[in-house]
């Protein structure tokens, strides 16, 4: 452990006292240090409703803002910091929107009586207990008793799923089932596909197949929104739905030339299903519906975030697709584990760089997506 004193006006070892305003800022620092397109409020007013002045507060893409206070582990701090944030449940940031994630964290005494340039090193190296409180979840708080103890990352950590866990996806997801309901309609109206459909998905012919198609030619549409903000020449599904060269031709030539980047496993069997459509007025028509359906869905605060877990909870639903695929939760659980289990130096840059995980039976990309983020 650091030393964790001071030094007096003649030399000597002197014991220092530091409240917890004094060590938000390194704390701050810690945690968004772990998600670095993280933005890190300390004790900042004006973000909450009324004359209350959190801690913490961290804004990353894809999450919901976490609110965190922090208090130092004593009786009276563990009491305290309950309180203070319990105070919070119900609360709303000056936006209008609603606080959806506090996290409270109980950090080591240590850190109130060391010397000022020993403070980073010792967040870095200290255990610290915490909680969640997810107001209108149940439970709402979480652990319902006790805490989770760990180091500043796996904080981080735990702050990175409440923020991803605390996204309410419920209404925009009714919205993608409706469509893609719609959609399937429109696969049932062309005189090829039905034959055609089952065969390229391996699946019988029912509901479940057209449904299935019209999922991952939606999710092709989402893709190509993003592919379209770092390639020029992919137009993205806002820009060919204001064109005049809208089409089921058109969207087949884009991409094809999106194949040429890659993406096979999203394009490649997107590409196969939508040639299958032999009307062109139905496939006109459901094609519209998904590329206005993804406009939305990209569109939507925190999308980065909601699409993929939107996605992963629409495919996960039995009733409606009839198939069994890794759900959300179960991915972030698989990733925590086997992650926790490598043998990497993470502070090696080579060796991070160098470390390769291969999911044999991909699907839709859950358990990489999960390992990627428990990986960063």
Request: glycine share 8%; with cysteine; aromatic share 8%.
């Amino acid at each position: 452990m650091l030393p964790c004193v001071g030094g007096s006006a003649e030399g000597k070892p002197m014991a220092t006292h530091r409240t917890e305003p004094s060590i938000n800022p390194e704390l701050g620092k810690a945690i968004g240090g772990c998600h670095p397109r993280s933005q890190v409020h300390t004790q900042q007013t004006g973000l909450l409703v009324g004359a209350k002045q959190p801690d913490i507060v961290i804004d990353t893409p894809g999450r919901v803002r976490a609110l965190v206070e922090n208090k130092y582990d004593t009786r009276a701090g563990e009491r305290a910091l309950e309180q203070q944030c319990g105070s919070h449940v119900g609360a709303a940031w000056a936006s209008g929107t609603p606080v959806e994630a506090i996290i409270g964290v109980l950090s080591p005494l240590s850190l109130s009586t060391c010397a000022e340039t020993d403070v980073g090193p010792l967040i870095d190296s200290e255990q610290f207990r915490y909680v969640t409180w997810l107001p209108g979840r149940s439970p709402e708080r979480f652990p319902e008793t006790g805490w989770i103890t760990g180091d500043v990352r796996d904080l981080a950590a735990f702050i990175d799923r409440v923020t991803d866990d605390a996204l309410d996806s419920s209404a925009i997801a009714e919205k993608v089932r409706r469509v893609l309901a719609a959609a399937a309609a429109d696969v049932v109206e062309d005189p090829l596909a039905p034959t055609e459909f089952p065969v390229l998905l391996n699946q019988e012919a029912s509901e479940q197949t057209w449904r299935m198609a019209a999922a991952i030619m939606f999710n092709a549409a989402v893709f190509q929104t993003h592919i379209s903000e770092h390639h020029s020449n992919i137009p993205s599904p806002a820009r060919m739905l204001s064109s005049d060269d809208f089409s089921q031709y058109r969207v087949l030539s884009v991409w094809r030339d999106i194949l040429d980047f890659d993406y096979w496993p999203i394009f490649g069997i997107g590409r196969r299903l939508l040639s299958a459509m032999n009307n062109q007025f139905a496939a006109n028509r459901m094609l519209k519906r998904l590329y206005e359906l993804a406009n939305k869905v990209t569109s939507t605060p925190n999308a980065q975030g909601l699409v993929g877990r939107l996605f992963g909870e629409l495919i996960g639903d039995r009733k409606f697709l009839a198939a069994f695929y890794t759900r959300p939760s179960s991915a972030a659980l698989v990733a925590e584990l086997a992650v926790g289990r490598l043998a990497v130096n993470w502070a090696d840059p080579s060796a991070t760089a160098n470390v390769q995980v291969g999911d044999l039976a991909c699907g839709t990309g859950a358990l990489l997506t999960a390992v990627y983020r428990r990986i960063a």
